[in-house]
């Protein structure tokens, strides 16, 4: 059963930092699979958030994270991390991890994406 697992998430006030984790269980992260983060608030479609190709290649962010957010992984170690600094109120939302095809690339739409966590809750708030 393929299965991803997110933890680290939590109330942070602005300004705060929060590493979120990705391990996977029943498969192997290794060179079949992207992974992405996304993230979800109530009311509004899941969105990307940032992505790292197979073997760290390459790595995307979505504006609203750069130079704020940091992806990386450890194959070795099946899981993936979200580095999450300088936090802010609008970055609120349920954060889910995600395995895609592997590649040179990474994906930033939902639909690249086979396998899902059940989400983690980050809340920014003073």
């Known amino acids: 059963q393929y299965q991803l697992v997110e933890s680290g998430g939590g109330l942070v006030q602005p300004g705060g930092s929060l590493r979120l984790s990705c391990t996977a269980s029943g498969f192997t992260f290794n060179d079949y699979y992207s992974i992405g983060w996304f993230r979800q608030v109530p009311g509004k479609e899941r969105e990307g958030v940032s992505c790292?190709?197979?073997?760290?290649?390459?790595?995307k962010y979505a504006d609203f994270v750069k130079g704020r957010f940091t992806i990386s992984r450890d194959d070795a170690k099946n899981t993936a991390w979200l580095q999450m600094n300088d936090l802010k109120p609008e970055d609120t939302a349920v954060y889910y991890c995600?395995?895609?095809?592997?590649?040179?690339?990474?994906?930033?739409?939902?639909?690249?994406?086979?396998?899902w966590g059940q989400g983690t809750q980050v809340t920014v708030s003073s």
């Open positions: 995600a395995a895609g095809p592997g590649g040179y690339v990474c994906y930033d739409a939902v639909g690249e994406y086979s396998y």
């Open positions: 790292i190709s197979s073997s760290s290649y390459r790595t």
